[in-house]
């Protein structure tokens, strides 16, 4: 595993004083979506399908901080969207790195290059680029040829100014577990800090409805990926959500995890599923109806779903929760076996 | 399969309630006729049919921030709109490719 020891000593800290406050739900990685703007149009995608007085508009960075302020996560992801599309995200980065925060700016890398000199490298900024595959799977994912080409050597661009790089990749149904494995092999020998993966979910907005993931077929691709790792690949989030992915866990999703804002408000009750929006993080915690979402709920559309913003903040519960999670964790981190 | 298009029928058979359901699930413009009639074409960002006061968010064309509407001053929501999920699948995107393959291709 590759989180850095002083981001990992960050959550759990954060994660233990929750636990000591007795707070039965706490939000681990704020989902901030300043724009839903983007430069690719992929299939996969329900975030971007809107009208256009509504793909023009942006979140002003002073709301953005009020919403970080808000939620107190230690972390803050930036999807959006392109978020290198938004006229200020060096203004708002620099923002959120003062305030100590792990950033990670989800970009699909076309722009990265040119934007590079905008940033200054730290510990608390993580370029998390969007890579599906190799070149031709990639490709294909984000509904444009060329993409990869121009996405690494960004990546190695940013890896030799000094920026913390991982890569986030969505598998969705026919992925090949054997070139799955040959990405990754390439992503190590580029030199990315880590990779983060996670099966597609089924927006109800994307254009392709056919190619996501069930569950049972989650399991075995991902056994069939993960089960024999290679010592040199490593993974920027926790070993617990990678085997509950091969199906060794079976967790409930902790939709509160990771909560969302966007320029509709907090999004109830998830990054995936959009039932309203609340006016204030408290409102959104303290009148969702959580009991309605996740598996043992019934919710259909919560039956399939096995994406990381829904379980990895499980998995990271799971870590803390017990003296049990705690060794299994340490051990697959320091033996690399899945 | 896309509601684009749709003017709702709202009687015994369709609620208004379940009409901004729809609304609020559809990606495009809609337009909110008035009880006054007076309308407002937008993006229904938002609705709360359990609040005290049932109400619907829209974001007119400009872009400015969201009226709230009660649901007691609506008669009927249309969805005028382009919807912008629709025409644009993966299915597509691979059909075309392969048909500029074929194109490039060398002839026998």
Redesign the interface.
Known sequence: MSVPLSQMWTVATYVIRQKLAGRKRYPLVLMLEPLFRCNL?C??C?KI???A??L??NLSVEKCLQAVDECGAPMVSIPGGEPLMYPEIDRLVAELVKRKKYVYLCTNAILLKEKLHLFTPSRYLTFSVHMDGLREEHD?AV?R?GVYDQALPAIQEALARGFRVTTNTTLFDGASPLRVREFFDEMMRVGVEGMMVSPGYSY?????Q??FLRRSRTNQLFSDILSNPKRGWRFNQSPLFLRFLMGKHDYECTPWGNPTYN???WQRPCYLLQD??AETFKELMETTPWENYGRKSGNEKCQDCMVHCGFEATAVDHTFSSLRGFIETAAVTFTGKL | MTLQGWVPDIGPYLTLAEVIEHAFDYRGNVTVVRKDGSELVGYLSNRDGSAPEPFVQVIDEEGNDPVRIPYADIVNVLFTGKDPAEGNSWKAWLERKEREKAQHAPSA
Request: include cysteine.
């Open positions: 149009a299939a996969g329900g399908q809107y009208p007085q509504i023009r508009k294909e509904c040829d109800s907005k994307a254009p392709d056919e190619h320029m509709f408000g309203g929006y």
